[in-house]
């Protein structure tokens, strides 16, 4: 069994930053991308940031030069630094993985595992 869990959303002004951070845990052998993806309602969830195991990075346009995501493959987190941010930023930001597990049976292809989703809402 594999969770992912989200904190760090909340309420800010515009122009102001955030942290949101994602702990993978369970029976991980190994992650391959891992993500962030924000939704409104009404709208296509929409990949906002990736980063690879060896650490290659993409961003959307939109987020480009204002949002940095990191991760910590020893720790098997994934971070979002948010600055600059804008009403438009406000969404439900959830995180996602390819996530090879191990159980007792062996090393398993890697699936994909979202987030229970984090609120980040930008409004003066």
Known sequence: QVQLVESGGGLVQPGESL??????????FSINAMCWYRQVPGKKRELVAA??????????????????ISRDNAK???SLQMD??????TAVYYCNADIVVVTTTGIHGA??????????????
Not at 60 to 65: L, P, Q
Not at 115 to 123: D, I, K, N, P
């Open 76 to 78: 098997n987190t994934v």
């Open 111 to 124: 699936n994909t595992y979202w987030g229970q989703g984090t609120q980040v809402t930008v409004s003066a």
């Open 84 to 89: 600059s941010l804008k009403p438009e930023d």
């Open 51 to 68: 980063a690879t195991s060896g650490g290659s990075t993409n961003y959307a346009d939109s987020v480009k030069g204002r949002f940095t």
């Open 19 to 28: 942290r949101l951070s994602c702990a993978a845990s369970g029976n991980i």
